[in-house]
């Protein structure tokens, strides 16, 4: 498989936001109905990767998809300001890799992670794209150490061969401006 | 172990080169080298860049101190304790802004951010003669802000920063001199469970390359080839060199195998994209130029003891929580007038090797801190590599160079620890001094 290297572009950065900006702010309702398949397959995320299987994680994504953790809590432009994360396709598919070599240590033995997602809110587009809105907690453990990681996240979901593919994610971590501890597993 | 049955400082360090376990693991030691390391010496607290404006602050610590750095409306920097004279409490709980003054949350005192109490809550409860340029704010008695970079100190005696950096001082000019105008950003901020100097012990080593990131290796190899991040360091032999300048000032000097940042560079978001848009937009020679302010530049300079210049604008600052937890709080400097295609390929690099690399780094930081503390039987590590061999020479400028993987740097630290630590500088923070008409005018360079 080849990465799409060439999209991450001023556009593509300003849609991005535009998602972001829009998700922060969102106060009102969600579908009335809810969306039952696009909660499914935010659920199915945090499920594959509690399992650790990076690569069906990875294939939920689209092909030009990005993970964006940012470390500030206004919305603020990632060409200017650094984050935790902004990884397009091509960034998450080296940390799978990453954690498939065998030497990295900091996942040596691996952290054993139980996630609940909650709160879960849909909103359909006119195009035919699904933002959802939840609540992420992980809990993990490792080495005789617990970790909290909680946050809110925002999903931007497209519709391919049937089933919702992820082309945004941003993790809004609550405590995102004090550190990050050992996140080599993927929130 | 009670004080008297502890060992002297100098002998924690061995003429052969061995540390002894407790320097890591001492709640004592580590409380020590709180006044006498970072008080008793020159601690870099911020880039003046982060608070350009009149009454701008930034809050951080020194050591374990709350400080407030202000600048006044003269321009000045100032490093104020973040203690209320009066009860005692914290006074700004923030981390950045812009105040004039500073209003106790407790009983409502308020202080100029020069220092000066200017305002008692009730104040015909006091009696006539309080002396209240005694509860002025205390500050730090020396700052110095060298071509931007803003560094503090409790010791009233201690040298010009200039005087300090020593020998290193052309190298961090180098630093300086190979960016254009700067904003310092605040990164992501890394915590372990370790010793501070585990993290400082590290800056200085490319002995570990090769065992600690076999994992970023081996992944940048496969993913992307050869000739990527890493990749220069296969073995000891070859033309990089460690250096130590004294005053515990050390580096890793990589810039004889990196001759383009940028194409060492592992792909980052954007890379292939803005590289052609930059060079479509103002013609490839001047883009290829432009390119080479992303990645990797080939020093590690660390300024003992809490500042890691990583080159090509990016910093980590060491913040001690305890004797066996550490922040590491990462930077990077926006181009102020650099193309937005290169500062945001910039960013996106900023988060490269936090990422794949420093998380195996902080992984063998708390393996090491949990052996140190419960081995007890095994008192000693060693930083023996490269000493009395013919590895090691002086240059003219008084730096001592080493083998790449050689623990000269580490060395270098360690000297300084024992030189620090068994000299127990007094320190002051003087309230009275910070009456407005007296403050010193902070020295630029």
């Known amino acids: 498989v080849t990465d799409d290297i060439g999209y991450v572009d001023d556009a593509l950065y300003e849609d991005v936001v535009a998602f972001f900006r829009s998700n922060i702010d969102w106060s009102g309702p969600a579908d009335r109905l809810g969306r039952p398949d696009a909660a499914a397959a935010i659920l199915r995320e945090s ?67 139980c996630r609940v997602v909650s709160n879960i809110e849909c909103r359909s587009s006119d195009n035919g794209e699904v933002d959802v809105h939840s609540i992420l907690i992980v809990h993990e453990q490792r080495r005789g150490r617990t970790q909290l990681y909680v946050g809110r996240q925002f999903h931007r979901l497209e519709q391919s061969d049937d089933l919702w593919r992820i082309k945004y994610r941003v993790l809004l971590l609550v405590d995102r401006d004090v550190s990050q501890g050992n996140t080599t597993f993927i929130l | 172990m009670s004080r008297a049955d502890r060992r002297p400082y100098t002998e924690l360090v061995t003429q052969d080169w061995r540390v002894h376990r407790s320097v890591y693991t001492d709640p004592h030691i580590f409380e020590d080298e709180m006044s006498r390391i970072f008080g008793g010496t020159w601690v870099y607290l911020l880039h003046e860049s982060e608070i350009p404006a009149s009454d701008d602050f930034r809050t951080l610590r020194v050591g374990r101190r709350p400080v ?99 020998a290193a001082r052309p190298v961090f000019d180098w630093a300086v001199d190979s960016l254009p105008d700067i904003r310092m950003l605040r990164a992501s901020t890394m915590e372990y469970h370790g010793n501070w100097k585990l993290q400082n012990d590290n800056n200085g080593d490319m002995y570990h390359t090769s065992f600690t990131h076999k994992s ?53 978001p954007g890379k292939e994209r803005y590289a052609e848009q930059l060079g479509d937009r103002i013609g490839h020679e001047a883009a290829r130029q432009q ?101 090691e020479s002086l240059e003219p400028s008084g730096a001592r160079v080493g083998n790449i993987a050689d623990e000269t740097g580490i060395r270098s630290a360690y000297h300084q620890w024992q030189k620090l630590m068994d000299a127990d500088p007094s320190l002051s923070s003087s309230a009275a001094s910070s009456r407005a008409d007296e403050l010193p005018a902070v020295a630029s360079e």
């Open chain 2, 216 to 268: 970023t290796a081996v992944m940048t190899e496969r993913r992307h080839g050869r000739g990527r991040l890493l990749d220069h360091f296969t073995s000891d032999e070859g033309p990089m060199v460690v250096r130590s300048f004294g005053n515990g000032h050390k580096m890793i000097d990589q810039r004889p195998s990196i001759s383009s940042p940028w194409q060492r560079t592992r792909p980052i």
């Open chain 2, 68 to 166: 407030i750095v202000s600048r006044t409306a003269e321009g000045a920097v100032l490093a104020l304790l973040n203690r209320c004279t009066h009860r005692g409490t914290l006074l700004c709980p923030l981390t950045s802004g812009s105040a004039a003054r500073f209003q106790c949350a407790y009983h409502g005192w308020t202080f100029a951010n020069t220092g000066r109490l200017i305002g008692v809550t009730y104040p015909d409860g006091y009696r006539p003669d309080l002396d209240r340029a005694s509860l002025d704010l205390s500050r730090l008695p020396r700052v110095e802000s060298y071509r931007g970079y803003v560094f503090g100190s409790l010791n009233p005696d201690v040298e010009p920063v200039a005087d300090w950096l020593g």
């Open chain 2, 291 to 391: 390119l080479e302010y992303i990645g990797q530049s080939g020093i590690n300079l660390i300024l003992y003891p809490n500042l890691h210049i990583r080159g090509n604008g990016s910093l980590s600052v060491y913040e001690p929580i305890t004797v066996d937890r550490t922040l590491v709080h990462t930077y990077v400097a926006l181009l102020v007038d650099g193309p937005p295609e290169v500062n945001a390929l910039r960013m996106r690099f900023a988060e490269d090797f936090v990422n794949v690399g420093n998380r195996d780094d902080n992984e063998i930081f708390e393996r090491t801190q949990d052996a140190l503390t419960n081995v007890c039987e095994v008192e000693w590590v060693d930083v023996s590599r490269g000493w009395a061999t013919d590895r």
């Open chain 1, 47 to 113: 499920r594959v990767l509690d399992a650790r299987d990076y690569e069906t994680w990875l294939s939920l994504f689209t092909d030009q998809c990005i993970y964006w953790v940012p470390l500030n809590a206004e919305v603020g432009d990632p060409r200017v300001e650094p984050a935790v994360h902004f990884d397009d396709h091509r960034r998450l598919a080296d940390r799978v890799d990453l954690l498939r070599t065998g030497h990295l240590h900091a996942q040596i033995p691996p952290s054993q992670t």
